[in-house]
């Protein structure tokens, strides 16, 4: 890789990771207080969010979305070229990823609450797409998507075969992989849900360990050659 493009993809992958992780961080916190009963719901869950809860809740994590595609972008550009195979993969899986909750969360912030905030919420054009917790059809459309971006840090993590920096990142994506089964089947199986919640320790640390990694190679390239005497 020649010291422009990496350190292009260096700088990239870094704003990228630091988005992903502030987008993340973000969306915790709200479930956190969701869950609690201090965004209006009654707590809990199984507890169907208030309109004001779906935008603290959804408005982060469809700009998720985005950030975690350009990513997982950096991560394939940064990857050698033996090991693109494991990220491209991992790319195709993140993009099925953004593309389900990209649609279900653009839906809810501009279809659904607009009507639930007019009080419309037994219109029969509307009884589709609320989203409610183990007991809708975009809430099955939301586990998948999560299922893909787990299934797109798994195989990512095989693109990282170093120590130190890119040992943490590997084992993350590895950690945040294995949570395929408790995202997926939790729709079964509802206490499925708090292995499920893994996922806030497992993710940010793919993220915030990815930014460390791509701020250390932009680092790297930006340091001047040492001309000998």
Do not use: C
Request: net charge negative.
């Amino acid at each position: 890789m020649g010291e422009d493009v990496s350190g292009t993809v260096g700088r990239i992958g870094f704003w990228a990771a630091v988005f992903a992780t502030l987008f993340s961080v973000t969306y915790i916190v709200a479930q956190l207080g969701e869950w609690l009963g201090l965004l209006g719901s009654s707590g809990g869950p199984e507890s169907s969010s208030t309109p004001f809860g779906l935008i603290v809740l959804l408005t982060p994590s469809l700009f998720l979305g985005t950030a975690f595609v350009v990513l997982m972008v950096s991560v394939h550009y940064y990857a050698s070229e033996e090991r693109k195979i494991w990220t491209h993969l991992g790319l195709v899986f993140a993009t099925i990823y953004a593309v389900l909750i990209s649609i279900n969360y653009y839906v809810q912030l501009t279809f659904v609450v607009p009507r639930l905030l007019q009080g419309d919420v037994d219109s029969v054009s509307l009884q589709p797409f609320l989203f409610v917790p183990f007991d809708s059809f975009l809430y099955s459309v939301d586990i998948l998507g999560y299922s893909f971006m787990s299934l797109a840090t798994l195989f990512a993590a095989f693109a990282f075969t170093g120590t130190g920096v890119e040992r943490t990142v590997r084992w993350f994506m590895i950690a945040n992989g294995l949570l395929i089964p408790f995202l997926a089947l939790q729709i079964y199986y509802h206490p499925l849900i708090w292995i499920a919640a893994l996922w806030a320790v497992t993710f940010p640390g793919v993220t915030v360990s990815l930014a460390v990694l791509f701020r250390r190679t932009s680092d790297t390239v930006a340091e001047p050659a040492v001309v000998p005497a």
